[in-house]
């Protein structure tokens, strides 16, 4: 253990100890991750939250909402001074505005504060005053908790398996010639370091494109201020058994070695470990529009990024967190609104069986977990057409490339979520029963009445889910 390490795991101790004697006389706090991987919807999931906790009208299901127990909800400084906040003002006026358009998509960890303040419910609730319950809400990319697996591997294994993965698809084949033909045991050379480099993350971005899900290390695709630093600047190259000092490989292998001490290794030991509550937001209907390769590597990525919630399966994630759970998870298929509402069941469905391996580890580890299909802002309406004598449930709404309205029939999904699942395990090329699109619909155009937040499908539910047993 490091001196830093050191110092974190006795700040955990102290914390921890001075938490158990103060926790009967201070606020209620909720930590909760926000996290999912590019374009599920991180931005919008939080800034409708935080609309529709602060007017409440549409979030009945939410229990203490229900029984009209939260008197007030309003915004707070957020407790980490040196975390970005979340731009709620910005990112609500863009879905609300005039013209509504989608806010830019989470680039970088962000914090907000919402606070609430809550009457006590139970045969004591008549005696108590109202209590404060602060909610600070942990946005951060899906990408990064990949990066977990990386601790456990060498730059060897790492180059190994990114190598063996690379070579099944085909938007690598650029990357891949170009990682293959260099030799590896020649003398570092900056230049050919940052084409290699370049020639990997264009892998990666196109990858992503394409519907894949297993892209590491996460901050290549998400660099932040670390844009051209030596840290960023390294690819996998076929393992060698004996590289010189100063060569290529060697300089590869210490920056690897370094991403994962100086990157990796603060985000979990500074932010995941303090989170108590997690949504993983999953683009399921983008994976399935992709085809079966992408819904396969999307089922395996679901189980790697939660493994970050079972500590055992990592020395240092269990050194770090020192026993604590994060005591629920919500996996929540997004972007509900782009099927009729009698095709939820069956998403809700795959989306339970995609992340079968993942909850069962999560399970494991004590926290309960629960699949939902959800919209946090809802873009569409439904109507049922006629074609060709055959009624069809849509939806319509604005067409984000053109601006026009239009209904839009998606297919099917089946009931038996193993019709997806089974094929896409086989390696299936294409879907023999059907044909799944999507479309991109721009948010609409609102006009809320008072007291109302964003319309939605079932965001009050997670919201129950997530946090309602502490409201």
């Not at 770090?320 to 298929?333: N, P, Q, S, T, Y």
């Amino acid at each position: 253990m490091n001196i830093g390490d050191f110092a974190h795991h006795l700040s955990r101790r102290v914390e921890g100890l001075t938490g158990a004697v103060t926790d009967p006389f201070r606020p209620t706090v909720i930590r909760l991750g926000v996290t999912g991987l590019a374009r599920a919807g991180k931005t919008v999931f939080i800034t409708s939250l935080v609309a529709n906790l602060t007017d409440r009208g549409r979030m009945s299901q939410l229990r203490a909402v229900g029984e009209g127990r939260i008197e007030a909800a309003y915004l707070q400084p957020q407790p980490d001074d040196t975390l970005p906040r979340f731009d709620y003002e910005a990112h609500r006026a863009a879905l609300l505005g005039d013209r509504p358009h989608w806010p830019e998509s989470t680039r970088a960890i962000s914090e907000l504060r919402l606070s609430l303040r809550v009457r006590p419910t139970g045969l004591l609730s008549g005696f108590q005053g109202t209590r404060t319950v602060h909610l600070d809400i942990v946005d951060y990319p899906g990408e990064w908790l990949l990066d977990l697996a990386l601790l456990d591997k060498s730059y060897a294994e790492w180059s190994r398996d990114t190598i063996e993965r690379l070579a099944g698809r085909p938007v690598a084949a650029d990357a891949l010639e170009a990682l293959k033909g260099e030799d590896a045991t020649a003398k570092l050379d900056e230049t050919r370091a940052q084409v290699l480099t370049r020639a990997f993350t264009g892998y990666l971005e196109a990858a992503r494109a394409e519907g894949y899900s297993d892209l590491t290390p996460g901050r290549f695709l998400l660099p932040g201020d670390l844009a051209g630093s030596p840290v960023l600047t390294f690819a996998p190259l076929p393992p060698q058994d004996d590289a010189p000092r100063k060569s290529l490989w060697r300089e590869f292998e210490r920056r690897y070695e370094a991403y994962k001490a100086r990157v990796v290794k603060p985000f979990f030991r500074d932010h995941f470990a303090r989170i108590d509550r997690q949504v993983v937001l999953v683009d399921a209907l983008g994976a399935i529009h992709k085809g079966p390769a992408a819904v396969e590597d999307l089922r395996r990525t679901m189980a790697d990024i939660l493994g970050a919630f079972r500590p055992g399966r990592n020395a240092f994630l269990s050194q770090i967190l020192m026993g604590k759970r994060v005591e629920k998870i919500l996996f929540a298929a997004t972007k509900a609104d782009h099927l009729h509402h009698t095709q939820h069941p069956s998403l809700a469905a795959l989306m339970q069986a995609l992340t079968r391996e993942a909850a069962d580890r999560a399970r494991f580890a004590g926290a309960e977990t629960q699949s939902m299909a959800i919209a946090a802002l809802r873009a569409t309406t439904e109507e049922t057409r006629e074609h060709h004598g055959q009624s069809l449930d849509c939806v319509r709404g604005t067409l984000l490339e053109t601006g026009k309205s239009a209904a839009f029939y998606p297919g099917d999904l089946p009931q038996d979520p193993q019709k997806l699942l089974g094929p896409a395990q086989e390696g299936a090329e294409g879907w023999l029963d059907g044909d799944y699109g999507i479309m991109s619909f721009a948010p609409a155009n609102l006009s809320l009445r008072p007291g109302d937040g964003p319309p939605h499908i079932r965001l009050d539910r997670a919201a129950q889910f997530l946090i309602g047993d502490k409201l």
